[in-house]
C-alpha cells in the first residue's frame, strides 16, 4: 500500500521556544504505518458498538489519507494526557496531535470524531495537491485566446509585475526576445491598463551602462535612461528598459528585464504588452534559465474558447512522457527564432509535390520552417485540398483566404512531415469558419505578395489543442494532441 504524506496532523512543541503562529512550516509531516488505534484491545462502548457499520465504513474511505484522524476517537475515551511531562531534552522533541489538547492550535470548540475526520481529509487533499506540485516541479500558467478578452489576435496570459503586484494581461510571443508593457504616461498606446511603475518598490530604471542595454535593439540614452526602439507588425514602439520582479506561476522571477513603453504607434502593439519566449539574451528563455532549464511548453486553445484554459507549462519535469520529437535547427542570421525541418505535407493520402527548395533549411538565407508561406508549398496544398473537396463546389475568397466554402464541406486531413515525426490536424486546426452563415475557409494562406517572405510558418491555428514543447537543452520541438479548450 503507497502512504500518503500525513498532513496537518502533528505539532512540533518545545516550551524553551516561544510558541509560533501556525503556518505550514510549524507542523510535522510524517509518512508511516501502525496498527489502527481502533484494533488496540480494550471494551467497546455501547455507542462504539451502534456506530460499529458506520465507523467501519468511514475507515475504509479514510484511511490511505488519513488514518491518523482516527486517534481522535480513541484519544478521547483515554484518560487525559499530562501536559506537564518532562520538557524537551537535548535532540528528543515532545510531539502532540493537532487536535490535542496540550496542542496549541487545537479548535477552540470541539468537533464530532466524524467532523473531524472530513475537516482533516479535507485538509489532505489540499496538502497533498501541494505536495504533488512540489515533487513535479510544475508551474503552469493559464492562456487564452485575446480575441474575447482584450479584442487582439494573439494568446495573452496573466502576469503579476512588480512590489506589490500589478497584473497584466501580456501577449505569448515566441518569435520575439524582449518583454515590454505600456508604462503609465505611455503616448499612443492603445490600452487603458497601464504599469504603474512608481507604485512598485522593486522598480528599477537600466542605464546606458547596464551590460542589458547592449542587448536590446537601438538603444539610445534619454537621460541617464537606455531607450530602446523596435517595430513590432506595422507599429513602432519606444520603451525605457526597466527591471522588476515577475511571476507567471507561483516562483518570482526578481531583477526581471522588460521595456516600459512610453511611446507608440500604430495598431499592432499588444494593449497590456507582450512576453518574448524567443532564444535571445534578454527572453523570458534566457532570463529564467537557472529557474526553467530553458524548457517549456504550451496548448493553445481554441480562439472561440472564452476561458483561460490553455497552459504555459515551465520547466522540463512535468512535460509529456508520450510524445514525438524533431530537431530543432539554429539559423545564426534568426538566432531567436524556432526552426525545425518540414520535409513534406500530405493531403488526405496524398503527399503533396512540392519542391524542395520550398522547405528546406538555409542558415544562409534564413529560408526554411518556424513554429510560430512560401507561395509554391501554398499552391501546391491548397491545390490538392481543393480537389479532394470536389470540383464541383464553388470556392471564394474572404479577406486573405482563397478557398472559401459558402456550403459545409468534408476537408481532407492535412499531415505536416517533419523530420522523426508526423502531425495530422484534425478539422477544426484546418478550417476558419464565420460566426454567421455556413462559410468556411482553409485556413492558411500565402504570404502577401508585398512580402518576399522566404519562411514557412506553423502557426497558431495549426498548433491549436496541441501541446507543442520547447526542449532547447535537447535541441528538439515536441508535438502531442492535446484537447485544452
Same mark, same amino acid.
Given at each position: 500500500?503507497?502512504?500518503?504524506?500525513?498532513?496537518?496532523?502533528?505539532?512540533?512543541?518545545?516550551?524553551?521556544?516561544?510558541?509560533p503562529?501556525?503556518?505550514?512550516?510549524?507542523?510535522?509531516? &510524517?509518512?508511516?504505518?501502525?496498527?489502527?488505534?481502533?484494533?488496540?484491545?480494550?471494551?467497546?462502548?455501547?455507542?462504539?458498538?451502534?456506530?460499529?457499520?458506520?465507523?467501519? +465504513?468511514?475507515r475504509?474511505t479514510h484511511?490511505?489519507? /488519513?488514518?491518523?484522524? !482516527?486517534?481522535?476517537?480513541?484519544?478521547?475515551?483515554?484518560?487525559?494526557p499530562?501536559?506537564?511531562?518532562?520538557?524537551?531534552?537535548?535532540?528528543?522533541?515532545?510531539?502532540?496531535?493537532?487536535?490535542?489538547?496540550?496542542?496549541?492550535?487545537?479548535p477552540?470548540?470541539s468537533?464530532?470524531?466524524?467532523e473531524?475526520?472530513?475537516?482533516?481529509?479535507?485538509?489532505?487533499?489540499?496538502?497533498?495537491?501541494?505536495?504533488?506540485?512540489?515533487?513535479?516541479?510544475r508551474?503552469?500558467?493559464?492562456?487564452?485566446?485575446?480575441?474575447?478578452?482584450?479584442?487582439?489576435?494573439?494568446?495573452?496570459?496573466?502576469?503579476?509585475?512588480?512590489?506589490?503586484?500589478?497584473?497584466?494581461?501580456?501577449a505569448?510571443?515566441?518569435?520575439?526576445?524582449a518583454?515590454?508593457?505600456?508604462?503609465?504616461?505611455?503616448?499612443?498606446?492603445?490600452?487603458?491598463?497601464?504599469?504603474?511603475?512608481?507604485?512598485? =518598490? $522593486?522598480?528599477?530604471?537600466l542605464? /546606458?551602462?547596464?551590460?542589458q542595454?547592449k *542587448?536590446?535593439?537601438?538603444?539610445? /540614452?534619454?537621460?541617464?535612461?537606455?531607450?530602446?526602439?523596435m517595430?513590432?507588425?506595422?507599429?513602432?514602439?519606444?520603451?525605457?528598459?526597466?527591471?522588476? +520582479?515577475?511571476?507567471?506561476? =507561483?516562483?518570482?522571477?526578481p531583477?526581471?528585464?522588460?521595456?516600459?513603453?512610453?511611446?507608440?504607434?500604430?495598431s499592432?502593439v499588444?494593449?497590456?504588452?507582450?512576453?518574448?519566449?524567443?532564444?535571445?539574451?534578454?527572453?523570458?528563455?534566457?532570463?529564467?534559465q537557472?529557474?526553467? *532549464?530553458?524548457?517549456?511548453?504550451?496548448? !493553445? %486553445?481554441?480562439?472561440?474558447?472564452?476561458?483561460?484554459?490553455g497552459?504555459?507549462?515551465?520547466?522540463?519535469? @512535468? *512535460?509529456?512522457?508520450?510524445?514525438?520529437?524533431?530537431?530543432?535547427l539554429?539559423? %545564426?542570421?534568426?538566432?531567436? !527564432?524556432?526552426?525545425?525541418?518540414? &520535409?513534406?505535407?500530405?493531403?488526405?493520402?496524398?503527399?503533396?509535390?512540392?519542391?524542395?527548395?520550398?522547405?528546406?533549411?538555409?542558415?544562409?538565407? #534564413?529560408s526554411? $520552417?518556424?513554429?510560430?508561406?512560401v507561395?509554391?508549398a501554398?499552391? @501546391?496544398?491548397?491545390?490538392?485540398?481543393?480537389?479532394?473537396?470536389?470540383?464541383?463546389?464553388?470556392? +471564394?475568397?474572404?479577406? #486573405?483566404?482563397?478557398?472559401?466554402?459558402?456550403?459545409?464541406?468534408?476537408?481532407?486531413?492535412?499531415?505536416? *512531415?517533419?523530420?522523426?515525426?508526423?502531425? =495530422?490536424?484534425?478539422?477544426?486546426?484546418?478550417?476558419?469558419?464565420?460566426t454567421?452563415? $455556413? $462559410?468556411?475557409?482553409?485556413a492558411?494562406?500565402?504570404?502577401?505578395?508585398?512580402?518576399?517572405?522566404?519562411?514557412?510558418?506553423?502557426?497558431?491555428?495549426?498548433?491549436?489543442?496541441?501541446?507543442?514543447?520547447?526542449?532547447?537543452?535537447?535541441?528538439r520541438?515536441?508535438?502531442?494532441?492535446?484537447? /485544452?479548450?
Open positions: 500500500m503507497a502512504l500518503l504524506p500525513l498532513c496537518h496532523s502533528l505539532t512540533l512543541h518545545s516550551s524553551s521556544f516561544p510558541i503562529t501556525p503556518s505550514p512550516s510549524s507542523y510535522i509531516y &510524517i509518512s508511516t504505518s501502525h496498527t489502527p488505534p481502533d484494533k488496540q484491545t480494550h471494551t467497546p462502548s455501547t455507542s462504539t458498538t451502534q456506530n460499529k457499520t458506520k465507523q467501519t +465504513t468511514m475504509k484511511f490511505i489519507l /488519513c488514518f491518523f484522524a !482516527l486517534v481522535v476517537a480513541h484519544s478521547a475515551s483515554a484518560a487525559s499530562r501536559c506537564d511531562a518532562p520538557e524537551d531534552h537535548g535532540s528528543t522533541l515532545r510531539v502532540f496531535h493537532i487536535f490535542s489538547p496540550c496542542s496549541p492550535f487545537r477552540e470548540k468537533v464530532s470524531w466524524e473531524s475526520v472530513l475537516q482533516l481529509q479535507a485538509k489532505d487533499q489540499v496538502r497533498l495537491l501541494y505536495l504533488s506540485s512540489l515533487v513535479a516541479r508551474s503552469d500558467v493559464p492562456i487564452a485566446s485575446g480575441r474575447q478578452i482584450v479584442q487582439t489576435a494573439t494568446y495573452i496570459l496573466r502576469a503579476k509585475i512588480g512590489t506589490p503586484p500589478q497584473t497584466m494581461l501580456m505569448l510571443d515566441t518569435s520575439n526576445d518583454a515590454w508593457i505600456p508604462c503609465n504616461g505611455c503616448v499612443g498606446c492603445p490600452s487603458s491598463v497601464y504599469f504603474d511603475a512608481p507604485k512598485s =518598490t $522593486t522598480f528599477k530604471s542605464g /546606458c551602462q547596464s551590460p542595454c *542587448q536590446v535593439p537601438n538603444p539610445t /540614452c534619454g537621460g541617464s535612461a537606455c531607450v530602446f526602439n517595430t513590432y507588425g506595422s507599429s513602432s514602439i519606444a520603451a525605457n528598459l526597466s527591471s522588476d +520582479t515577475v511571476t507567471l506561476a =507561483t516562483d518570482p522571477v531583477n526581471y528585464t522588460f521595456g516600459c513603453i512610453q511611446k507608440a504607434t500604430g499592432s499588444p494593449p497590456q504588452g507582450l512576453l518574448g519566449l524567443g532564444r535571445g539574451p534578454l527572453s523570458f528563455l534566457s532570463q529564467t537557472s529557474l526553467y *532549464q530553458s524548457t517549456f511548453s504550451y496548448c !493553445l %486553445p481554441s480562439f472561440k474558447s472564452l476561458n483561460f484554459s497552459s504555459l507549462r515551465l520547466g522540463p519535469v @512535468a *512535460q509529456p512522457k508520450k510524445i514525438k520529437y524533431t530537431p530543432l539554429r539559423n %545564426p542570421r534568426r538566432s531567436s !527564432l524556432y526552426y525545425v525541418n518540414l &520535409i513534406g505535407i500530405r493531403v488526405g493520402s496524398k503527399v503533396v509535390d512540392i519542391p524542395a527548395s520550398a522547405l528546406a533549411f538555409n542558415p544562409t538565407t #534564413g526554411g $520552417t518556424i513554429i510560430d508561406s507561395t509554391p501554398y499552391v @501546391a496544398v491548397r491545390d490538392e485540398f481543393r480537389r479532394r473537396v470536389g470540383r464541383n463546389v464553388t470556392v +471564394t475568397s474572404l479577406g #486573405g483566404f482563397d478557398t472559401c466554402y459558402a456550403s459545409a464541406i468534408a476537408p481532407p486531413t492535412i499531415t505536416f *512531415q517533419f523530420a522523426g515525426m508526423n502531425v =495530422t490536424l484534425p478539422p477544426d486546426n484546418i478550417m476558419i469558419h464565420s454567421a452563415g $455556413t $462559410t468556411s475557409c482553409l492558411m494562406a500565402a504570404a502577401p505578395d508585398n512580402v518576399n517572405s522566404v519562411v514557412n510558418v506553423v502557426a497558431n491555428m495549426q498548433q491549436q489543442n496541441h501541446r507543442i514543447v520547447f526542449d532547447v537543452p535537447n535541441s520541438i515536441g508535438v502531442a494532441r492535446e484537447p /485544452c479548450t
